[in-house]
């Protein structure tokens, strides 16, 4: 489930902005979040990417040559759109789609750029990663529930740097 840091992450999130981009808009604002995006860090070997949309309404101007490309509407995220790259029924790419007014508080970037800066709470994000992975396993609970009290604790801390109030970070 979980694997080390792989240094060409940071290359294929490149990769897939510009087929984002170029399947898209060109103008779109694409940023790396997720483990992923945090050298050092265990992950699933999905590379995860946020989206700045100006008008929300425009990914559905979009969406047609995205689904060509096998991106597909595929989250149960209730706080903005979500499309998934399966090919061959293996995730590999998630895009996050934030309307402008949702881009400087969406949670992702906010704990990616804790995690940047923060190392000691990255070594903390990192063994509640692992514990999840080794109950999910073992069947003793589900990977996203088990690093879910984590996250919410580090993320309200940042928000509140930020002068933001805390909000709940699991949303499906």
């Known amino acids: 489930m979980l694997v080390d840091y792989d240094p060409g992450w940071p290359g294929m999130f490149r990769e897939i902005a510009a087929e984002l981009r170029m399947l898209g808009d ?13 050298p050092g860090m265990k992950a699933k070997p999905i590379i995860d990417v946020a989206v700045r949309l100006v008008d929300v ?4 101007d979009h969406l047609t040559r995205l689904e060509e490309a096998g991106w ?5 995220v209730r706080t903005h759109p979500v499309l998934v790259f399966e090919p061959d029924g293996i995730r590999t790419r998630i895009a996050h ?4 007014e949702q ?3 969406a949670n992702q970037r906010i704990l990616r750029d804790w995690l940047l800066t923060h190392p000691d ?29 984590v996250i919410q604790e580090i993320v309200d801390r ?15």
């Open 158 to 172: 940042a928000r509140a740097v930020r002068g933001l109030a805390p909000v709940p970070v699991y949303d499906k």
């Open 57 to 60: 309404n425009s990914l559905g």
């Open 26 to 38: 060109p103008d779109w604002e694409i940023e790396h979040i997720g483990s992923t995006a945090v």
């Open 121 to 149: 709470d990255a070594i903390r994000y990192r063994a509640a990663k692992e514990a999840a992975a080794e109950d999910a396993i073992a069947g003793r609970a589900r990977y996203n529930a088990g690093k879910t009290a």
């Open 97 to 100: 789609f934030f309307p402008t």
């Open 72 to 76: 597909a509407i595929g989250s149960g």
């Open 103 to 105: 881009w400087d508080a």
